[in-house]
């Protein structure tokens, strides 16, 4: 059985100045907009790419260091480590900069240590944007294995509906859903037994569902082609070009050939997570942001059944955040992590469980309703020690 990640922890990202949180199979993250649900499913996505990318292009685009640095300071850091194992391993990350920001871009470095056996270190300059050619980290194997594998999920009805075409190897699933259709297609064509068994886990959660088919179609793509004009102006203009692809067909129990953009968006969201589950590959941790999207509460309820099914039995982790009382009732009091802002904005985070008056309460009331009770001011009182913070 390989280890799980134990811990996440974060000092000066984005709205945290100094959390951590405490990982099992399923793991959620609750609490009003704004503090910091996302900044933790962002800085534990970084740090779990940095063995499968180039390093310096983790922090780049949204993720470069001045956007994601805590009031604008000076440094930031993400440490993960695992479960005990033999041997246990950790892998750190801190980005600093002496220079005060001034509305400029900064100049960053970047040090990554991780401990396999012994003690590593490695310091290098940001350059952003990262140069073409960048060379990988030397990461042990082991390290790669476990954090390598950690997909962000957070998609929209209009990608997960869109058609898409096969021209990509291998065909997956993008973060933001697109490409389902073509994964669909896929797994029809070469694995029949896995798209079955996705679209019974889907019938499972939606009944009114009855088959989920891929319908050969054309997808008009627009290319921008930029020239020179013989005077020497630029000059742009849209090309369109066609390639075969997939469209993604459900029949119900009220219609057949129901194109997928006329389906419900908690059908398509549904059907996204599952297929990013189940697919032939699936990654060690899921990051999975607002799953109750569009889902009625039975939906929810069997959601987390299946989840929860899937991850013990197949030692997968998922991290996830809602704000839904149903997706909260499936979890015990140690598996929420509440969140809440401090009057300097500051995110402050603690599990369900360290709420004092947690062990009394939950003999009467269900998780969800006991976070309802009690909302998540009492995170911010220092005063309130747990009763079950190691449980």
């Not at 389906?263 to 941790?285: D, V």
């Not at 006991?370 to 449980?391: I, T, Y």
Request: with cysteine; glycine share 6%.
């Amino acid at each position: 059985m390989t280890a799980m990640i134990e811990t996440i922890s974060v000092e000066n990202f984005k709205c945290h100045k100094n959390s951590e949180i405490k990982l099992g199979h399923i793991t959620a993250l609750v609490g009003p907009n704004g503090s910091g649900k996302t900044a933790l499913l962002q800085a534990t996505h970084c740090i779990c790419s940095l063995p499968g990318k180039n390093s310096q292009q983790v922090f780049t685009g949204d993720m470069a260091p001045d956007f994601i640095v805590r009031g604008y300071g000076n440094k930031l850091s993400i440490d993960a480590q695992t479960v005990s194992s033999s041997p246990r391993w950790g892998l750190g990350v801190h980005l600093s900069t002496s220079s005060s920001y001034s509305g400029e871009q900064r100049d960053w470095e970047m040090k990554i240590a991780w401990d396999w056996l012994e003690r590593h270190e490695q310091t290098s300059p940001i350059s952003l944007p990262p140069p073409a050619s960048l060379t990988n980290l030397p990461f042990p194997k082991e390290i790669a294995k476990e954090l390598g594998l950690a997909v962000y999920f957070k998609a929209s009805p209009e990608k997960l509906s869109q058609l898409s075409s096969l021209d990509e190897a291998p065909v997956k699933l993008s973060s933001d859903g697109s490409g389902l259709a073509s994964v669909m297609a896929n797994l029809i064509l070469s694995e029949p037994d896995r798209h079955q068994l996705i679209e019974e886990e889907l019938c499972k959660i939606v009944p009114t569902v009855k088959r989920v088919r891929a319908r050969q179609t054309t997808v008009l793509e627009e290319e921008r082609v930029y020239s020179i004009t013989e005077k020497g102006f630029p000059n742009s203009k849209i090309r369109h070009n066609t390639r075969p692809g997939y469209e993604l067909i459900f029949d119900t129990s009220s219609a057949g050939s129901v194109p997928a953009r006329a389906m419900s968006e908690g059908t398509l969201q549904i059907l996204g997570m599952l297929t990013l589950l189940f697919s032939p590959f699936p990654p060690k941790l899921f990051l999975m942001e607002d799953i109750e999207q569009g889902l009625h509460p039975v939906a929810q309820r069997r959601l987390m059944t299946i989840f929860k099914t899937f991850a013990e039995s197949q030692n997968r982790q998922i991290l996830l955040t809602s704000h839904s009382p149903y997706i909260v009732d499936e979890l015990d009091a140690p598996s929420v992590w509440v969140m809440a802002n401090d009057k300097d904005g500051i995110s402050h985070v603690r599990r369900l469980s360290d709420h004092p008056d947690a062990k009394r309460s939950l003999e009467v009331l269900t998780t969800g309703e006991f976070l309802g009770a009690e909302g998540e001011d009492w995170v911010l009182n220092p005063s309130m020690q747990g009763e079950l913070v190691n449980a």
